[in-house]
């Protein structure tokens, strides 16, 4: 049985950031620009080109489906307060000539994991990295780099569930040199795997020096979420890796929603669970972006339901919204490692 948790009292958007500073948040300094003169008379010069666009932090969800498009993206941004979203894509004509230039129309940013699922990358049951460095080397010239640059796509997964291989997983060798593969081909691109720190395989020296950043997803499974959080975040910077965040609202919950979520015998998440869970995870001093698993209007959960149904609710609604706006009070942490602040 898991140790039961205290529900704290439902925030309200005006709350948020008094919750933010009572999460010891370390302070980075803010990027700021001398105000231009204005005259009476003249408008003011145009911003240089060159000027670094600071961007909120980038909070969001995998998937998305249903909700690909400009409507999609605006009503997204306007109800739950998205500012970007991971989806898997191989194809890289669709991905360089519709889905990017929309994402950057609407003001948001993507990651992308750039091959298919295991099965491409697989040879006798084991992980093959030449497989799968030959489904990433599609990429090379596709376009995707102006992208990139404007930051537009924000990071590579480069494997999703790194431990459910038929026979050999990936160690950490393979993963070093599958980022260091990536940057080869799309320098700037940040990497991150879909694993918690504590399970990401400890590489040669101690630290990672090309993958990026690793991903904590939590469960009510994973015990006390403080604890969890501050486990996880001591790992990754053990580890040299940033920290990437976020909620199982679709499998994770401790059961009080009172149905199943997307596998039999998993619940989702209930608005108080994620407004407690969040209200951590989300003030984590060195989380860099904040995805929640899943929002999608297509797929199927157990009982035959749309699973984004289930978050329509509008006390859901409001619970994402919330952690949302908590997550946009976070200090800038740049995940690409040698990077600037974003």
């Known amino acids: ?61 995998w998937g998305l489906n249903g909700h690909v498009s400009p409507e999609g993206f605006a009503d997204l941004q306007d109800r739950l307060g998205i500012t970007g979203f991971q989806v898997a894509h191989s194809g890289t004509e669709w991905t360089v000539e519709t889905l990017l230039p929309m ?5 948001l940013r993507v990651t992308l994991r750039m091959t298919d699922d295991h ?46 291989f038929e026979g050999r997983d990936p160690d950490a060798a393979d993963l070093e040199e599958m980022a260091r593969y990536s940057k080869e081909l799309m320098p700037g691109l940040m990497t991150f795997v879909r ?45 040299g890796l940033g920290v990437i965040n976020g909620l199982n609202i679709a499998d994770g919950g401790d059961g009080s929603a009172g149905r199943p979520g997307w596998r039999p015998g998993h619940y989702p998440m209930t608005a108080e669970e994620i407004t407690a869970y969040g209200t951590v995870l989300a003030q984590v001093p060195s989380c860099g972006m904040f995805l929640n698993w899943e929002y999608d209007a297509q797929e199927q959960w157990s009982d035959g339901t749309i699973g984004a149904e289930y978050f329509d609710q509008p006390e859901l609604q409001a619970a994402l919204a919330e952690l949302a706006a908590l997550f946009a009070t976070h200090p800038p942490v740049a995940l690409l490692q040698d990077a600037p602040t974003p």
């Not at 994402?103 to 003001?107: E, L």
């Not at 460095?133 to 010239?141: A, F, H, N």
């Open 195 to 239: 694993q918690k720190a504590t399970w990401m395989p400890t590489p040669e020296g101690g630290r990672y020096v090309h993958v990026d950043a690793a991903v904590n997803q939590y469960e009510a499974k994973e015990g006390l979420v403080d604890v969890y959080a501050t486990v996880q975040a001591d790992r990754a910077a053990a580890l």
């Open 103 to 107: 994402v950057r129309d609407a003001g």
């Open 1 to 61: 049985m898991h140790a039961v948790r205290p529900r704290p009292a439902r925030l309200v958007l005006g709350a948020v950031a008094a919750l933010a500073a009572i999460g010891g948040c370390t302070e980075v300094p803010a990027r700021t620009e001398a105000p231009l003169a204005v005259s009476k008379t003249a408008a003011p010069d145009p911003e240089p080109a060159s000027t670094p666009k600071v961007r909120p932090p980038f909070y969001g969800f």
């Open 119 to 164: 099965q491409p990358s697989t040879e006798d049951g084991d992980f093959s990295l030449p497989k799968w460095k030959e489904q990433v080397s599609g990429w090379r010239d596709s376009g995707v780099q102006e992208f990139i640059d404007d930051g537009t796509l924000a990071g590579h997964m480069l494997l999703d569930d790194i431990t459910n």
